[in-house]
């Protein structure tokens, strides 16, 4: 059975910074790429950064560019996102989510949450000014 868990949210002061975990079961990585995707109260779900194996790229949206870093730990089957400079606008749930790579349209806009099948349960992270 396919498994994503969260971990790593929590209340941190603007400027601090997190690593968020996805721990991942039942899934080939190698097939399979995980996105961070996040969600503010009111607001839509939006892509934040995918990792994706299958051909050793990464992506970021424009407010993560900079600030954040994907990366995946192969031995330990989990996924990274590592926060720096967090802002009071970075409060959200983030959620990682995996991908089938091998879907048509795959290769483009890595961050459509649409092309994801899995979903974890989110994590909360709430940044204070």
């Known amino acids: 059975q396919f498994q994503l868990v969260e971990s790593g949210g929590g209340a941190v002061q603007f400027g601090g910074s997190l690593r968020l975990s996805c721990a991942i079961s039942g899934l080939n990585l190698d097939y399979w790429a995980i996105g961070w995707f996040r969600q503010a109260p009111g607001k839509k779900r939006e892509g934040v950064s995918c990792?994706?194996?299958?051909?050793?790229?990464?992506d970021y949206a424009d407010s993560a560019k900079g600030r954040f870093t994907v990366s995946r730990d192969n031995a330990k089957n989990t996924v990274y996102l590592e926060m720096n400079s967090l802002k009071t606008e970075d409060t959200a749930i983030y959620y990682c989510a995996a991908a089938f790579v091998k879907r048509r349209d795959w290769g483009t806009d890595k961050l459509d949450r649409y092309k994801y099948d899995h979903w974890g349960q989110g994590t909360q992270v709430t940044v204070s000014s």
């Open positions: 990792i994706d194996s299958s051909d050793g790229t990464t």
